[in-house]
């Protein structure tokens, strides 16, 4: 993610604007390849160049990652970050800080991840729990960094392929994404209402769905359902396609993976509710759910019930 050098020229940029030949002095390397490493936090959008006569300067872009990162910089000057959040580091620190875990995914051998782990316990900045690691919160700053960044780089890939997309859900590498554009690239799963039809609901819909993951094959019944719920959560109408759904495949769906799948969508309890509007066939009061009897008049459309 950040070599060593870039992270040198942050933290010398981030005291305040310097020039290229003041980066080739402070950071002992070659003009070019000061100028390599400029260019590189430029693609990160991490800084901006202005020329003022002969000179070229640097300084930290406003995007709010790169802000988080001045902050974190001028905050804990004492601190070693270079050493620390230098290459795969910062993808261990990704996959801690958005839940608390032991195993690491990704392309990183286990000794590297001990390596990196033993860094950062010893410096104070991840601590252990009975359930995994976690960032120490007194280093808020880099928690906030971290999520800001993860949602940077989704937004890159995922608008380098559909200029279009509206990102309505983004959680650890992955997204929800609204679009009315098709998409057909590696990693991007068409869901929700869009495929609806191709399990015999058939809808008429104005967007496109689909989930950018790099971690799934496949998505499941239960995927299409819940991503269907998080992109119009607040909508009756939508809820009750999803109700519908759910019936269709009461017998093949999982409902332990439903329920910890919508908590990880922050939709838990809306799940909870629907399949407990299943179960009593009536809603509770102050639920945003059909009764009962629009749900089997619309069912009965579809001969689901």
């Not at 981030?14 to 980066?23: A, D, F, Q, R, W």
């Not at 995927?223 to 019936?247: G, M, Q, W």
């Amino acid at each position: 993610m950040f070599s060593k050098s870039e992270i040198k020229a942050l933290r010398d940029v981030s005291m305040g604007k310097v020039t290229i030949s003041g980066l080739h002095n402070r950071l002992s390397m070659s003009p070019s390849g000061v100028s390599a490493v400029v260019k590189k936090l430029q693609r990160k959008s991490m800084v901006t160049t202005k020329r003022a006569g002969m000179k070229k300067f640097v300084e930290m872009n406003d995007a709010k990652h790169a802000v988080l990162f001045k902050e974190l910089l001028q905050k804990y000057q004492h601190i070693p970050w270079e050493d620390l959040l230098a290459d795969s580091s910062i993808l261990v620190l990704l996959q801690i800080f958005d839940s608390k875990t032991r195993k690491f995914e990704g392309r990183i051998s286990k000794r590297t991840v001990f390596r990196r782990l033993s860094s950062l316990t010893m410096h104070g900045i991840i601590k252990e729990s009975e359930d995994g690691y976690m960032i120490n919160s007194r280093y808020e700053p880099l928690i906030e960094f971290l999520r800001e960044y993860q949602s940077y780089i989704v937004r890159e890939k995922v608008e380098s392929v559909v200029e279009d997309s509206v990102i309505l859900w983004q959680k650890d590498f992955e997204c929800l994404i609204r679009t009315k554009s098709e998409v057909k690239r590696d990693y991007f799963f068409r869901t929700g209402i869009s495929c609806f039809a191709d399990y015999g609901i058939k809808l008429i819909t104005n967007y496109m769905y689909y989930f950018y993951s790099e971690k799934k094959k496949r998505l499941r019944k239960e995927d299409v359902v819940l991503h269907a719920l998080l992109a119009e959560r607040d909508s009756v109408r939508n809820i009750t396609y999803c109700l519908i759904f759910l019936k269709k495949f009461e017998q093949m769906l999982d409902e332990s993976v439903l329920l910890t799948e919508a908590e990880n969508f922050d939709i838990g309890g809306l799940v909870e509710q629907m399949l407990g509007f299943l179960r009593n066939r009536k809603r509770d009061a102050d639920v945003m759910l059909p009764s009962w009897g629009e749900f089997v008049e619309k069912a009965r459309e579809y001969g689901v019930i």
